[in-house]
C-alpha cells in the first residue's frame, strides 16, 4: 500500500510540472472553446466529464486544471494523466490525455480438489473488476499457500499467470499444485509437570497419524483444531485447579524431506488451587444448605471451573422450578496467590417471580395444537417452572411426529408473564413400507406394513402389518386413541392372525382384542387389556407328545394388566433414563386356564463423551392352574435380535428327543451394551448377551428345569441401529461364547422397531 501510495505521488507532482509546461502556449484567462479525453478505453469519457469542472465557453485556469487532474486521479482507475491545450482562430482547445490502470478481466483457478473454487476466491484479491496492482499477485500466492497450510498442505505450489488484452483488461490464471496432506509425526509438550503427554493429548482433536488415518484423516495438521486444542488443553487444567496455567503458541516443525510434521505445546502450569470456603449470599426463599447440598463443588476440593458451571447452572435451575425463571446467579471468587486457596461465594438475586403467558405453536402444519398443547407440562396463567419446560420437550419429541422441537421462552405482555413459544419441524408420519431379511432359521423373511401414527394430524395411530417367512405368517390390524378426548386416558383396539412353525409344533391362531390405559404420574402408567383367540396346534409327532406339547384346538380368554414407569429422555434413541414393565396375563375366563408373568428393567446412563451405557434385565415365569398345564403356544422361546443375539430358537431352551425346541416355562435375559450416538439417528454399538429358558422337555443338556444362573448361554457382537423414514431398524452379529456341538458360530440379526 505504501508503495502504491509513493508511485501516486510521483505521479502526481509529475503531471503538475507537464501542466505547467503545456500552459506556455496558453494564456490563462483564454475562454475554452474545446474540451475533450483521449486514451480512455474501459472509462466511459462521459464518466471522466462529470468530474472536470473546466467546460467550453469557461476561461482557462491553471488552478481549476490542477483540481479536475485530481478528481480525474480519484476515480483510482488511471496511472497517468497530461493535459495539453492549443489555441486556434477559432478559440483554446485543451484535451485530457489519460492512461488507464489495466483492470481485471476473467479469474481461472486450476488444480484444486481439496478446495472449493469459491472458498479461494474469497482469500484473494484478484477479483473480476477490480484494479489491478502488482503486489495482488504476491498477496494472493500469499493467501493461497496460507489456507493449503492450515489444511496440512505445507508441499503445495501455486503459480499465476496474467495476459493482458485489447481492452486493457488482464485475464489471470490461477495453477495450484496441491500435493498430499503431510502428516503429524508427533505431538509432545514442554514446561508439564503436573500432568504426562498422554493425557494431555487426550484432551486433544490434533493426534498423530497411526495406521488407522487413512480411514478418518486423522493425523492430519489442521491450524483451526489446534487453536481450539489449546483451548482445551487450558480448560483441562482449570478442571484440576490451575486457575493460573498459560498455554502458549505452538512451535510447528516440518520435516520436507520426510514429510512430517512435529507440534510442541510450551506450557506454564503454575500452582494448582483448592476451594478454601464455599457459602451462599443473597436470596433464601431456597435455603442455603439445600443450596450446598445440590453443588457437586465441595468445601476443600480442587478448584473445577466446568464443575463450577454445571453448578451454577443447577441453582438456576432450582429457581426456575420455583417460579423465578430470570434468576441471577454469580459464582465470585476471591484467589489467594499465598495460600493457594479460593474462597467461594454463590450470590443469588432470584428477581421476580413469573408466570406462564401464552404458549403458542408454530411449524405444525399438520399436527393439531391441542396435540402439541396436552403434552405440556405447563398451563397459561400458572407459576412457571423450568423442570416442567424440559420436560415438556422430552413428551413432545417422544410422540416422534418431528424432526426437530425448539421451545422459546420471551418477556410477555407484563413484566411478571413469559411467553412459550414451541416451533416444531414435522416428519413423515405415515409409511408404507416393504423388506426383506434373512436368518438361519427362518430363510427368507418378507415383511410389508402400512402405518400412520398421526392420523388427520389427531394424534390417532392405525397399522397393518403382514410378516412372511418359512416358519411364519403373521397379519395384524391395530388401533390406538393414545388420549382418549385429550385426557390422560389411552385405547386401543387389534385383531390378528399368526400361523407360527416352533419346529416342534405348528400353532395358528386367530383373534383380536381391546385395551385401556392411565397415566397415573408424570413417568408411570395403568393399562388393563382384554383378548380372545382360538390357537389350534399341529405337527407334533406322537413320540414327543407330552402333557404340554400335543395336538388340539383350544381358545384363551386374558385379562392382561400392565405397568410401566419410563423415564427416558427420549424413547428412539435414549440417552439416560429408566424403563420398568410389569406386566400379567390372567388367562381362564374361558379356555386354557394359566398365568404369565414378567418383570423388565432398561437403564440408560451417558458414560464419557457422547458414550452411552444400556442395561436390560428380563425374567419371565408362566404355569397353569386349576389342573391344567401351561400350553405349548404359551411357553417361552428366546434367539433372536430383541432377545440373546447370536442364537436362535433352536439353540436356547429344552428340547424334544428330535432335538427341536419346545420353550419353557420360566426364562432369564440379561443385555448390555455400549452405544455410540454418530449423528442423531444412528448408533453403533457393541453387546454382552446372556440368558436362558428353563423347563420340563426331553433334551435339557443346555438348561436346567428350575432358574438357574449357572446354565446361561452367553454371546457378543456389535451391530447399527438407525432411524430410518420407515421407523427404527438395527443389523447385528452375535458370536456364541459357549458354542456347542452342531450350533454355528454366530447369528446374523435384522431388527425392525426398538431394541429392548
Known amino acids: 500500500m505504501a508503495k502504491f501510495a509513493h508511485q501516486f505521488f510521483v505521479a502526481f507532482f509529475a503531471m503538475i510540472f507537464l501542466l505547467s509546461a503545456s500552459f506556455v502556449s496558453a494564456q490563462e484567462g483564454e475562454i475554452i472553446q474545446s474540451l475533450t479525453i483521449a486514451g480512455n478505453k474501459r472509462i466511459d469519457e462521459s464518466t471522466i466529464l462529470y468530474y472536470v469542472k473546466s467546460k467550453p465557453g469557461t476561461v482557462l485556469s491553471k488552478l481549476q486544471i490542477r483540481k479536475d487532474i485530481e478528481q480525474i486521479f480519484s476515480l483510482g482507475q488511471f496511472k ?29 483457478i486450476i488444480g484444486n480438489s481439496k478446495f472449493e473454487t469459491n472458498d479461494i476466491r474469497e482469500k484473494i484479491g484478484l477479483r473480476r473488476g477490480a484494479t489491478f496492482n502488482e503486489h495482488l499477485i504476491k498477496e494472493s500466492k500469499k493467501e493461497i499457500l496460507k489456507a493449503y497450510e492450515e489444511k496440512g498442505f505445507f508441499f503445495a505450489e501455486t503459480r499465476i ?13 490461477i495453477r495450484i499444485r496441491e500435493g498430499k496432506k503431510v502428516k503429524i509425526e508427533k505431538v509432545r509438550f514442554s514446561g508439564n509437570k503436573a500432568f504426562k503427554d498422554k493425557k494431555l493429548i487426550a484432551q486433544m482433536e490434533t493426534r498423530a497419524g497411526n495406521w488407522l488415518s487413512f480411514l478418518d484423516d486423522s493425523g492430519v495438521y489442521q491450524k483451526d483444531t489446534l487453536k481450539l486444542d489449546l483451548f ?25 524431506k520426510a514429510r512430517e510434521i512435529h507440534i510442541i505445546i510450551p506450557v506454564e502450569e503454575g500452582p494448582q488451587f483448592r476451594i478454601k470456603s464455599l457459602v451462599v449470599k443473597g436470596d433464601d426463599t431456597i435455603p442455603h444448605d439445600e443450596i450446598i447440598k445440590s453443588l457437586r463443588t465441595k468445601k476443600g476440593d480442587i478448584y473445577n471451573v466446568s464443575q463450577l458451571r ?16 430470570y434468576a441471577d446467579v454469580n459464582p465470585i471468587t476471591k484467589i489467594d496467590d499465598q495460600i ?34 396436552r403434552e405440556f407440562r405447563l398451563k397459561e396463567g400458572e407459576v412457571f417452572d423450568g423442570s416442567k419446560l424440559k420436560r415438556s420437550k422430552q413428551r413432545i419429541n417422544n410422540l416422534n411426529y418431528f424432526e426437530d422441537v425448539k421451545i422459546d421462552t420471551q418477556r410477555g405482555e407484563d413484566q411478571d408473564l413469559i411467553d412459550i413459544l414451541t416451533t416444531v419441524t414435522e416428519k413423515p408420519t405415515g409409511s408404507f413400507t416393504v423388506g426383506a431379511g434373512f436368518s438361519s432359521v427362518e430363510n427368507l423373511i418378507f415383511t410389508t406394513s402400512i402405518a400412520q401414527d398421526n392420523l388427520f394430524g389427531n394424534g390417532h395411530r392405525v397399522n397393518l ?14 388401533f390406538t386413541e393414545p388420549r382418549l378426548f385429550d385426557s390422560e386416558i389411552s385405547a386401543g383396539i387389534n385383531a390378528f392372525n399368526r400361523d407360527e412353525d416352533f419346529l416342534s409344533f405348528d400353532a395358528q391362531s386367530t383373534g383380536g382384542g381391546l385395551r385401556l390405559g392411565k397415566n397415573i404420574t408424570e413417568f408411570e402408567s395403568l393399562s388393563m387389556g382384554y383378548s380372545f383367540e382360538n390357537v389350534e396346534v399341529t405337527g407334533v409327532s406322537v413320540a414327543d407328545t407330552s402333557e404340554f406339547l400335543k395336538n388340539e384346538t383350544r381358545t384363551t380368554s386374558r385379562i392382561s394388566p400392565l405397568y410401566i414407569y419410563d423415564s427416558r429422555d427420549n424413547f428412539l434413541n435414549p440417552s439416560q433414563g429408566w424403563k420398568h414393565v410389569v406386566a400379567f396375563d390372567f388367562a381362564g375366563l374361558g379356555g386354557a386356564k394359566f398365568t404369565r408373568s414378567s418383570y423388565d428393567i432398561t437403564y440408560y446412563h451417558p458414560l464419557v463423551g457422547k458414550l452411552v451405557g444400556a442395561a436390560h434385565g428380563r425374567i419371565n415365569f408362566a404355569e397353569g392352574y386349576g389342573g391344567e ?57 457393541v453387546f454382552y448377551d446372556r440368558g436362558n429358558v428353563y423347563g420340563s422337555g426331553a433334551d435339557l443338556s443346555s438348561t436346567a428345569k428350575e432358574f438357574d444362573l449357572g446354565e446361561m448361554r452367553n454371546s457378543v457382537g456389535a451391530g447399527i441401529r438407525f432411524i430410518s423414514p420407515f421407523g427404527p431398524l438395527g443389523f447385528s452379529y452375535g458370536i456364541k461364547l459357549d458354542r456347542k456341538t452342531g450350533e454355528e458360530t454366530g447369528e446374523f440379526h435384522f431388527s425392525a422397531g426398538n431394541a429392548f
Open 161 to 173: 499467470e496474467t495476459n493482458k488484452d485489447q481492452n486493457n483488461l488482464i485475464d489471470v490464471v
Open 629 to 685: 398345564t401351561l400350553p405349548s403356544f404359551e411357553r417361552y422361546f428366546m434367539g433372536g435380535p430383541t432377545s440373546l443375539r447370536g442364537f436362535t430358537i433352536q439353540d436356547i431352551g429344552p428340547k424334544d428327543s428330535d432335538g427341536d425346541p419346545v420353550g419353557g416355562n420360566k426364562a432369564l435375559l440379561l443385555n448390555m451394551e455400549l452405544q455410540y450416538p454418530f449423528t442423531k439417528s444412528l448408533r453403533g454399538f
Open 465 to 478: 402389518t403382514a410378516s412372511l417367512s418359512s416358519i411364519r405368517t403373521d397379519f395384524n390390524l391395530g
Open 232 to 256: 482445551r488443553i487450558e480448560g483441562f487444567y482449570q478442571d484440576n485447579g490451575y486457575l493460573r496455567v498459560k498455554v502458549l503458541e505452538p512451535r510447528i516443525d516440518v520435516n520436507k
Open 340 to 373: 493457594l486457596k479460593v474462597d467461594l461465594s454463590i450470590d443469588i438475586d432470584k428477581g421476580k417471580k413469573v408466570y406462564v403467558g401464552k404458549i403458542n405453536m408454530l411449524g405444525n402444519l399438520k399436527t393439531r395444537d391441542n396435540v402439541i398443547r
Open 80 to 108: 497517468d494523466i497530461q493535459v495539453e491545450t492549443n489555441s486556434r482562430p477559432d478559440g483554446l482547445e485543451v484535451q485530457f490525455f489519460v492512461e488507464e490502470i489495466p483492470s481485471i478481466g476473467d479469474v481461472q
Open 310 to 325: 454445571e453448578d451454577i447452572v443447577t441453582v438456576t435451575d432450582l429457581y426456575s422450578a420455583k417460579g423465578y425463571a
